[in-house]
T-cell receptor, first 115, second 115 residues
Framework: EAQVTQNPRYLITVTGKKLTVTCSQNMNHEYMSWYRQDPGLGLRQIYYSMNVEVTDKGDVPEGYKVSRKEKRNFPLILESPSPNQTSLYFC??????????????FGNGTRLTVT | AQKITQTQPGMFVQEKEAVTLDCTYDTSDQSYGLFWYKQPSSGEMIFLIYQGSYDEQNATEGRYSLNFQKARKSANLVISASQLGDSAMYFCAMREVQGAQKLVFGQGTRLTINP
């Protein structure tokens, strides 16, 4: 089954404790991206990657890191989480960004709480 | 300037009725894609339907159709014969050829289907 898999689904952590949210897709998509969703602010892009070893900042990249060493994986790293990073996080993938008509396929989301 | 506008924060509809969710957009690109996503209370983002800027016919996917009025920059989602399981948040989104690295979302409409 074609899918984007995120783990964990729920995560509660404390301020400053490094964490990684994993994301993997099995559709051979070139493009991958991370979004966060917050009440009143909607969905905002954190980082994106157009292909292996190519990553770039989205609208809200502060406090986050990403890497794209393999085509299928795009982990999101919070080196020192803070309470304002409490949010619902989505990983998504699609065919190349040259295909503006390509829909994003989303993972099931990760609910992160930082205390 | 907001690129995607959904003017209905919430809608209540009787089961089996048709419902139209409004979406207007703003872009200077000639080439762009318009998407609708459903987010149930469980949180995942589900792709529903796509309309390309050059498509002359309105897109349809089962009970979903997209009423595309290019001159008015409108891309309304129509759900026919609504079901209780249609209760969810619905997001309109756009991907422009110039900014295809990002999917831009509206604020969403919360649809509630009453039995």
């Amino acid at each position: 089954e074609a899918q984007v898999t995120q783990n964990p689904r729920y995560l509660i952590t404390v301020t400053g404790k490094k964490l990684t949210v994993t994301c993997s897709q099995n559709m051979n998509h070139e493009y991958m991206s991370w979004y966060r969703q917050d009440p009143g602010l909607g969905l905002r892009q954190i980082y994106y990657s157009m292909n292996v070893e190519v990553t770039d900042k989205g609208d809200v990249p502060e406090g986050y890191k990403v890497s794209r060493k393999e085509k299928r994986n795009f982990p999101l790293i919070l080196e020192s989480p803070s309470p304002n990073q409490t949010s619902l996080y989505f990983c998504a993938s699609s065919l190349s960004t040259g295909y503006y008509n390509s829909p994003l396929h989303f993972g099931n989301g990760t609910r992160l709480t930082v205390t | 300037a907001q690129k995607i506008t959904q003017t209905q924060p919430g809608m209540f509809v009787q089961e089996k009725e048709a419902v139209t969710l409004d979406c207007t957009y703003d872009t200077s690109d000639q080439s762009y894609g318009l998407f609708w996503y459903k987010q149930p209370s469980s949180g995942e983002m589900i792709f529903l339907i796509y309309q390309g800027s050059y498509d002359e016919q309105n897109a349809t996917e089962g009970r979903y159709s997209l009423n595309f009025q290019k001159a008015r920059k409108s891309a309304n989602l129509v759900i026919s014969a609504s079901q209780l399981g249609d209760s969810a948040m619905y997001f309109c989104a756009m991907r422009e050829v110039q900014g295809a690295q990002k999917l831009v979302f509206g604020q969403g409409t919360r649809l509630t289907i009453n039995p």
